[in-house]
């Protein structure tokens, strides 16, 4: 069974507030990884009783073999590597590998951490942290040697309250076991990184750490850190923040003090991502959302000229296709849509694989070589996103994020999933995005006038003077 978002979150949000009621305090430590499941489990998972059992032994066999590793191997691996000197700068900054899907000047770029880096560096000093370093990096980062750890005194102090674990089954018809085991294996993980971010930080006198899509174990181990630490934490819009995100909105029954594995603000792209946060509890004292700006999209429009034209078509309007996932339904575009790439030949229609899902490539090929007026945007010269934007006239999508970049470049955009009308739908309501379920729909969409320019409507405009008065008044 499939939960829609919003439905998730109301669920959420009414067995928090009954733990939180009645006082349950232990459990308060786990919700944020009661969350983090549920948000993996409707995204990704597949509902049946094999794949509950097959998930059973996965998840089982995984706290075995990370119990062995964090208790015994990294702790002894880590008797051997140096710590880092001392640092006097004020932001210590973790920089996910996930991001590096840019490339500028031959040199690998964070489209979310680099601009940041720049966008402050005039101001505050900064220190760059990366586990892995896999190539050339426009910023270069400072490599953690040391390995995450777990002491052995987490056996005895790790609890529960199994109501919890029957309501969440409960609600969610999530088997109680696999429930149990994935909230454990966050937990530890968690607690593992959180134990090698307190030495590193420790040593130091950082004000701030900044990082970016918060919801994995390094990066809940860092703001746990920090929290111990005493250290403000930041977390930077990294995708399309709906209302309905389990990560990010919701946040009403929270503890004092607030969550220990939760940033203490969230740096948005807009107002609207700000009051997606705030929708369901405007009076934030803990996790506050603070609207930043997209410090990436207009260094992005800027740099990234429209692509060579000679390779396409030039008497056809150009398409660019986002995909998301799409090799999990084993279809590329939905069928409507197909039928029309062959009766539409006045278009020309560019596939782009998502950075993180290269599986739906396979996909993407056969389709292609099936519709003569169908590209592989890898084919092309330059197959970057925002290249692509500057040289099409029309920009289709499941539920990419791309769809706020296409408004922003002032194209035409649309969504076809179920997922996508859920995750636009205030941009919908609006009339920015279109929605594409019939053939009919795709034609009235592609029979809109548009002129091409510069759109700020969801993405506020920085301000350095403004966000350097914030930080200030933050640790005055």
């Not at 880590?78 to 590096?100: A, E, G, R, V």
């Not at 018809?173 to 294996?185: C, R």
């Not at 410090?295 to 398409?319: C, E, T």
């Not at 999508?397 to 205030?426: C, D, N, Q």
Request: with cysteine; hydrophobic share 40%.
């Amino acid at each position: 069974m499939i939960f829609k978002y919003n439905l998730v979150l109301e669920r959420i949000l009414s067995l928090e507030f009954y733990f939180y009621s009645h006082n349950i305090s232990k459990v308060y430590d786990y919700f944020p990884f009661f969350r983090l499941v549920l948000w993996r489990r409707v995204n990704l998972f597949r509902f049946s009783l094999f794949n509950d059992f097959i998930h059973c032994i996965f998840y089982f066999s995984k706290i075995c073999f990370l119990l062995i590793q964090y208790l015994i191997f990294n702790r002894f691996l880590n008797c051997f590597i140096l710590t880092k000197k001392s640092s006097n700068s004020d932001i210590f900054i973790y920089s996910p590998q996930t991001y590096y899907n840019q490339t500028i000047n031959n040199k690998s770029f964070s489209r979310i951490i680099d601009p940041f880096i720049s966008f402050v560096s005039d101001y505050f000093s900064y220190d760059k942290f990366s586990f892995l370093l896999r190539e050339n990096r426009y910023i270069p980062s400072i490599i953690i040697n040391q390995r995450p750890f777990l002491h052995f005194s987490i056996l005895r102090d790790l609890h529960f309250d199994f109501r919890s674990i029957y309501n969440y089954a409960y609600f969610f018809k999530i088997n109680q076991i696999l429930l149990l085991l994935s909230v454990y294996h966050e937990f530890l993980k968690t607690h593992a990184f959180k134990n090698l971010f307190v030495l590193l930080l420790n040593q130091n006198k950082y004000k701030f750490i900044v990082t970016t899509c918060y919801y994995d174990p390094p990066q809940m181990g860092l703001i746990w850190a920090a929290r111990l630490s005493q250290i403000i934490s930041f977390d930077l819009q990294h995708g399309k923040q709906g209302p309905y995100h389990l990560m990010y909105n919701g946040l009403k029954n929270v503890p004092l003090g607030g969550y220990n594995v939760i940033p203490d603000f969230f740096l948005t792209w807009g107002n609207l991502f700000t009051q997606n946060i705030l929708r369901h509890s405007f009076f934030h004292k803990n996790h506050k959302p603070k609207t930043l700006g997209n410090l990436w999209i207009d260094y992005a429009y800027k740099f990234f000229v429209s692509s060579n034209r000679n390779a396409l078509p030039s008497d056809k309007k150009l398409v660019l296709v986002t995909l998301q996932d799409e090799s999990s339904q084993n279809y590329v575009v939905p069928h409507f849509i197909e039928e029309s790439i062959d009766e539409l030949m006045d278009f020309y229609w560019i596939f782009r694989v998502h950075p993180n899902f290269q599986n739906t490539s396979s996909f993407v090929n056969d389709f292609v070589s099936k519709h003569s007026n169908c590209i592989n945007s890898s084919d092309l010269e330059s197959d970057n996103t925002y290249s692509l934007l500057h040289l099409c006239d029309f920009h289709i999508s499941s539920y990419s994020t791309v769809v706020l970049e296409s408004i922003y470049f002032g194209l035409p955009t649309a969504v076809w999933s179920k997922r996508g009308f859920l995750s636009f739908e205030h941009e919908i309501k609006e009339e920015d995005v279109s929605v594409l379920d019939s053939k009919g729909s795709l034609i009235r969409f592609f029979d809109k006038k548009f002129i091409k320019k510069i759109n700020h409507k969801y993405f506020a405009q920085p301000s350095k003077e403004l966000f350097r008065n914030f930080m200030i008044e933050l640790i005055d």
